[in-house]
Nanobody, 124 residues
Framework: VQLQASGGGLVQAGGSLRLSCAASGRTFSSYTMGWFRQAPGKEREFVAAITWSGGITYYADSVKGRFTASRDNAKNTVYLQMNSLKPEDTAVYYC??????????????????WGQGTLVTVSS
């Protein structure tokens, strides 16, 4: 699976962005998809995950209620809608994929495929 993330940019605090992650491969629907982010000088951290059917989503406490993950298996694309953005959301955002389900969806090591990242900058 090859992943291509897009949709990052500069936005003011309180604004919104929608990230997209387009995947290649005919078995996209079999993959759990994750979103992670990495701020300068910090470790990569979990943001959200969505199961293959899209029926179950998980979120980090820091984004719960503000971010929404979704997917369109027909388009091989997963989305991250980010609302009420804060300066502390500034980071490079990565999408990731793993075959099947894992209860450890918040661990980077659980994902075998990564996109190149897209930069989100939130100004105060």
């Amino acid at each position: 699976v090859q992943l291509q993330a897009s949709g990052g940019g500069l936005v003011q605090a309180g604004g919104s962005l929608r990230l997209s992650c387009a995947a290649s491969g005919r078995t996209f629907s079999s993959y759990t998809m994750g979103w992670f982010r990495q701020a300068p000088g910090k470790e990569r951290e979990f943001v959200a995950a969505i199961t293959w059917s899209g029926g179950i989503t998980y979120y980090a406490d820091s984004v719960k209620g503000r971010f929404t993950a979704s997917r369109d298996n027909a388009k091989n694309t997963v989305y991250l809608q980010m609302n009420s953005l804060k300066p502390e959301d500034t980071a490079v955002y990565y999408c990731a994929a793993r075959l099947g389900y894992s209860g450890r969806y918040y661990y980077t090591n659980e994902y075998g495929y990564w996109g190149q990242g897209t930069l989100v900058t939130v100004s105060s």
